[in-house]
């Protein structure tokens, strides 16, 4: 009997949420990551989302200091202009656009509204995830337990890094999209 592996592709490209930049900083693969991915961060989690995080109070080794990082062109920090923020907040109905992050519906924002980047958007919040699926960009999104796998980095993950969490939450938000639950009543325009 032969068995077939799943061939892991490694992203060439990525568009971080604050929690994952927080989690890689903690897990000390932030610095793995700066080397070997071309990282896009919206300028809300920039300049406002991971500035919560102090190395006093966390697992952090250095502060956070993404502006610093984009100075050095170590990262890039995109901002979505207040059209495509307007429009993708139109998106949904109040009820949902509540659980969404300012920094995640920017997220959103770029990758909707900005078909050239070809950026795999990785987060751990499960309205984000749910958000992008809702929106037509399932196959843009990657778990940061598989972003780390396919580096060859190793780490003991909580739930909500791994596979199996994206996976639910994409599931959870391509069933929102088919019944309309959390959208407005605005077409969503599909990718």
């Given at each position: 009997m032969?068995?077939?592996r799943k061939k892991i592709i490694k992203p060439k490209s990525l568009l971080p949420d604050a929690n994952v930049i927080i989690e890689a900083y903690e897990l000390n693969v932030w610095p793995t990551l700066l080397r070997r991915v071309s990282i896009l961060v919206?300028?809300?989690i920039a300049t406002d989302e991971t500035l919560f995080y102090?190395?006093?109070?966390?697992?952090i080794p250095d502060?956070?200091?993404l502006l610093s990082l984009a100075?050095?062109?170590k990262i890039t920090i995109?901002?979505?202009t207040a059209k495509e923020m307007e429009d993708i907040f139109s998106l949904f109905d109040k009820s949902f656009i509540g659980q969404l992050h300012e920094g995640e519906a920017e997220?959103?924002?770029?990758?909707?509204f900005r078909p050239n980047l070809d950026h795999q958007f990785c987060s751990a919040d499960a309205a984000a995830i749910r958000a992008?699926?809702?929106?037509?960009?399932?196959?843009r999104a990657i778990s940061f337990g598989r972003l780390l796998a396919s580096y060859g980095l190793q780490k003991k993950l909580d739930y909500q890094f791994k596979e199996r969490f994206l996976k639910e939450n994409l599931k959870v938000g391509q069933q929102m999209r088919i019944t309309g639950q959390g959208l407005s009543k605005k077409k969503i325009k599909t990718s």
């Open positions: 032969v068995y077939l919206p300028s809300i102090y190395p006093e109070h966390q697992k502060p956070i200091n100075e050095s062109d995109l901002e979505a997220a959103l924002a770029l990758l909707h992008f699926a809702m929106v037509g960009l399932s196959s």
